[in-house]
């Protein structure tokens, strides 16, 4: 009933830039929060930035000052910019969403749901 589906990750550089898109689709009434997880071999799963519907926003300190985090409300999409990418941000990443939706006719959540991942490999 609900789907997020990401994309945009891929090969850089260090120093280079992504962006990554996570678009939410299916019988959604709300979405309390989006964000991004990234896990890397052997590493838990570890939350990078999330936004909240009130536009509240946190990182984790390893890439302030490098990522945003910002969404597209009317879309129901999630973005997150990567600048200044490092080798340690090689991960695969992930969205997730903290949403109300319909099921029938009951209204379900809040709930989460979580993308397939997409990979970010950040080497010369």
């Known amino acids: 009933q609900v789907q997020l589906v990401e994309s945009g990750g891929g090969l850089v550089q260090p120093g280079g830039s992504l962006r990554l898109s996570c678009a939410a689709s299916g019988m959604i009434l709300s979405i309390n929060a989006m964000g991004w997880y990234r896990q890397a071999p052997g590493n838990q799963r570890e939350l990078v930035a999330g936004?909240?519907?009130?536009?509240?926003?946190n990182y984790v300190d390893s890439v302030k000052g490098r990522f945003t985090i910002y969404r597209d409300n009317a879309k129901n999409t999630v973005y997150l910019q990567m600048n200044s990418l490092k080798p340690e941000d090689t991960a695969v990443y992930y969205c997730?969403?903290?949403?109300?939706?319909?099921?029938?006719?009951?209204?379900?959540?809040?709930?989460?749901?979580w993308g397939q991942g997409t990979q970010v490999t950040v080497s010369s």
């Open positions: 936004i909240t519907s009130g536009s509240i926003i």
């Open positions: 997730n969403a903290r949403l109300f939706y319909k099921s029938g006719s009951s209204i379900r959540g809040p709930d989460d749901y």
